[in-house]
């Protein structure tokens, strides 16, 4: 089974990119040819200097109009990414003005064999969202009046009934219906051991069945599943910028310059051109501009392996400087599997009957505690023709004629105008149920800190972590053991959403703030923080899109590790910078010198861009990639 990033090795290739290859190869070939015509004419005509000049003209002209245009845009754009365009075609055009015709020919052709070679090779990194889309089923088995037929995964819809066998990748999101299986997750996730799934369950597109035969509701259509939105993420990160490293934009700018008077000094002072078209061939800046970029395709890679999903470059610029760390409770610091403990009746025959109606609006939500009622039904017919409304970090209201059912917090239901007791909020995490006026009563759920929490916590410190926070809705009593049992430096509690956003702006006045929640009753505390980390993000829309940094499993060592990469990730920048200009320097000296050749500049310039390459490299070691949790 693939995982995201191991799709990068695919022979995918876009026509854009076809096109682009197959007019580097033209171009080659017709230079290559006019270079071979004129030196055989040259040695059977030696006095006809004049076709065999117009002969090298032309192959000058196939091989350096395109590379001309492409400067000229880039001097009109100011776009340093064409400074080697630039600088080549300078040089080209010299060495045709001096009658050196070979070395007009050449330069650019090599250039461009030795740059078709280079994105060839790197082809398969840009290739890997359209590998990635092959992961998802095109095909599906529907069940329809009882038979199985192969449909197009495409015109499936909400509800339609699917039938997975062993073997099966799935094509679209839904929930198991019948039977039970392991599902491997591995490409979306990063966790190696497969998921044992069973009734009610969700499963997700892109991931595989392995053993069982199962029966699969669909609740997503093919267009909205959770992993083509993680190949919508993917897409958009492929534009990631580090606006702290624009320094190298800027001297990119004034290289050009530089160089071109390097080149006409140095020219002046020895007589010899071909000295100074050597330093406009070497000083080709293929380095530079894989600086930042060649980090974040590695750091990306590094990063989808343990599905970890980075959207932005607050990745780099905020993470990597954390030093006020703010967790959501619920499913972040804890288990987010909440189990109840105690109940009490108020209008409720039973405790049945409480659980029913509580699960009629439970069954459309993602939070813990809904998910924790619903389980409660013991497989029991759900109500699910309510019109249901969720109301951000206090509970859920469902509609039906006249019915009406009310699910929330304490504070929520006493806000609506009932007059619930607060006397059970010490015993846990209480949600009321209220329906058509009548409170019927509250259950009463504990929740416990992962397994790894406080190691956590303790491994943010050493990273740089200056000050831990837990902000959380639930009551004192609840979220003070929480804190205990972990490690948080600080706790704030009873919380509305709106009041964690303020907590989170406020923060960011003097420090840098990295918000870790589930994207559920956080999402503006994400959004809004200089970096916001969604834990368990796969099937959750809301996460994925208010979240900077998607962790689509719920491994909470994830958090160290993403910091850690971060941190590396800056330092790898840096030292690039550092590299990239000093091979620069190093190789215009050279060519200054007569060390250099324009022809073996041609070549040598590129020591500069596989310096960078293999520098940025390390980001995927094993050694550079560690999680710090797991080390002996």
Known sequence: ????????????????????????????????????????????????????????????????????????????????????????SIAMIISTLSGEFLLAILIPVILTFVHFLEEKSIMGGRDAIEGLKTMQAQNAIALKDGKEIEVDAKELKTGDIIIIKPGMSLPVDGEVIFGTSSIDQKSLTGESIPKIVEVDDPVFAGTINIDGNIKVRVTKEYADTSFQKIVKLLEDSEHIQIPDTKIVDKFVFYYIPLTLVTALLVWLFTQNITRAIAILVASCPCGHLLINSAPMIAVLAAATKKGILIKNSSFVEHLSETDYLIFDKTGTITNG???????????????????????????????????????????????????????????????????????????????????????????????????????????????????????????????????????????????????????????????????????????????????????????????????????????????????????????????????????????????????AFSISIVMIFLAGAGIVTPIGGAFLHNIGAFVVLINSGRIMSGNETENPLVRN
Not at 4 to 14: E, L, Q
Not at 487 to 508: A, S, T, Y
């Open 337 to 579: 599997i909440l189990e109840a403990c105690s109940f009490h009746l108020d209008n409720a025959c039973d405790f049945n009957e409480l659980v029913m109606t509580a699960s009629c609006v439970a069954h459309a939500s993602l939070h813990p505690i809904s998910k924790s009622i619903v389980s409660l039904c013991e497989k029991k017919d759900i109500e699910r023709d309510y019109e249901i409304k969720e109301h951000i970090g206090k509970g859920l209201e469902g509609k039906k004629g006249d019915d009406v059912i009310y699910l929330g917090s304490y504070n929520w239901i006493r806000s609506l105008g009932f007059n619930v007791s607060g006397k059970y909020e010490d015993e846990g995490t209480c949600d009321w149920v209220v329906k058509n006026g009548k409170i019927f009563g509250c259950i009463v759920f504990k929740d416990t800190p992962r397994d790894d929490a406080a190691q956590t916590v303790s491994q943010l410190k050493k990273l740089g972590v200056s000050k831990t926070c837990l902000l959380t809705g639930d009551h004192f009593q609840s979220a003070k053991k929480i804190q205990d049992a972990v490690g948080i430096d600080e706790m704030w509690c009873e919380l509305l959403p709106e009041q964690k956003l303020e907590h989170v702006e406020k923060m960011m006045k003097s420090h840098k703030v990295t918000v870790i929640g589930d994207g559920i009753n956080d999402a503006l505390a994400l959004s809004q923080a200089h970096v916001g980390i969604a834990m368990g993000a796969m099937g959750s829309d809301t996460a994925i899109q208010s979240a900077d940094i998607a962790l689509m499993n719920n491994n909470l060592s994830n958090i160290p590790y993403v910091i850690k990469l971060a941190q590396k990730t800056k330092d790898i920048i840096y030292q690039n910078i550092v590299l």
């Open 1 to 88: 089974m693939k995982n995201i990033a191991d799709i990068a090795a695919g022979d995918h290739i876009s026509e854009k990119d076809k096109l682009k290859f197959q007019s580097s190869i033209l171009s080659l070939s017709g230079a290559l040819v006019c270079l071979v015509a004129g030196l055989i004419y040259g040695r059977i005509f030696p006095a006809q200097d004049i076709i065999r000049v117009i002969i090298y003209l032309a192959g000058i002209s196939i091989i350096g109009i395109p590379m001309l245009v492409t400067a000229v845009r880039g001097l009109i754009s100011k776009n340093m990414k064409y400074a080697m365009e630039i600088l080549v």
